[in-house]
């Protein structure tokens, strides 16, 4: 079983940045397609950001967001800039490869003034 760990989120003004990283268990990493999702309460999960062969982005923060990982340390960080209150919500780290599918609890950003 590969555990998955998300840190980093935290309160932020608008226009602020963090660093979020994803954190996991484990002798695969860099075989895993990994994907960081948000959720707000009452709506559903949704792709943010994803690295693979190729790394993809939600329209709503291209430009603002960067995915990126490094297989020695396991470790996947999304880099946000420009924040915006819209983008509070829960942040969660996705691994997948082949039949496998991983999870962590996730980590409260909060856009706010």
């Given at each position: 079983?590969?555990?998955?760990?998300?840190?980093?989120?935290?309160?932020?003004?608008?226009?602020?940045?963090?660093?979020?990283?994803?954190?996991?268990?484990?002798?695969?990493?860099?075989?895993?397609?990994?994907?960081?999702?948000?959720?707000?309460?009452?709506?559903?999960?949704?792709?943010?950001a994803?690295?693979?062969?190729?790394?993809?982005?939600?329209?709503?923060?291209?430009?603002?967001?960067?995915?990126?990982?490094?297989?020695?340390?396991?470790?996947?960080?999304?880099?946000?800039?420009?924040?915006?209150?819209?983008?509070?919500?829960?942040y969660?780290?996705?691994?997948?490869?082949?039949?496998?599918?991983?999870?962590?609890?996730?980590?409260?950003?909060?856009?706010?003034?």
């Amino acid at each position: 079983q590969v555990q998955v760990a998300e840190s980093g989120g935290g309160l932020v003004q608008p226009g602020g940045s963090l660093r979020l990283s994803c954190a996991a268990s484990g002798s695969f990493f860099r075989f895993y397609t990994i994907g960081w999702y948000r959720q707000v309460p009452g709506k559903q999960r949704e792709l943010v950001a994803s690295i693979a062969s190729t790394i993809n982005y939600a329209d709503s923060v291209k430009g603002r967001f960067t995915i990126s990982r490094d297989n020695a340390k396991n470790t996947v960080y999304l880099q946000m800039t420009s924040l915006k209150p819209e983008d509070t919500a829960v942040y969660y780290c996705n691994l997948r490869w082949q039949s496998s599918d991983y999870w962590g609890q996730g980590t409260q950003v909060t856009v706010s003034s």
